[in-house]
């Protein structure tokens, strides 16, 4: 479920699987419409990724095709998730073991590391953009 709030908009998602279907209800200002997707298996949505990976364990050069859910065009899409392996990797002066992958999606490959708590400790997407964990000492 997701809520968002502000002086303009309420907006809620709702979302469940019925069957093979992913039924998403969406209400904005009150105004509730409901959809259903034909999905041949559940998806996972983008702020699970990291949690899905960290809590199973994957060798290097393995390759995952998993169905990822865009709610933008509220569609299953497939991307292909290569692990690369653990890593230690430096964020201010702290020292972390991490979990490196790839994801690529409509060509476009994005590496990621993370935590075995499933935290995002960095992200290199295209044109050179990075995101990173910061902590509140540094």
Sequence with gaps: NYDLKNRLIHLQLEGRIEQKNLNITTTINGEEHTIDIPITEPPIVPIALADF?????FKAGEMLNLPLFDPMSMT??????????????????KDFEALHYQMRKNNITLDGWIDYQGNTLREEGMYGIVMQKEFEDE
């Design 53 to 57: 990976l960290a809590f199973r364990q």
């Design 76 to 93: 299953n899409e497939v991307v292909i998730i290569r692990i690369i392996g653990l890593e230690t990797i430096t964020i201010g002066d």
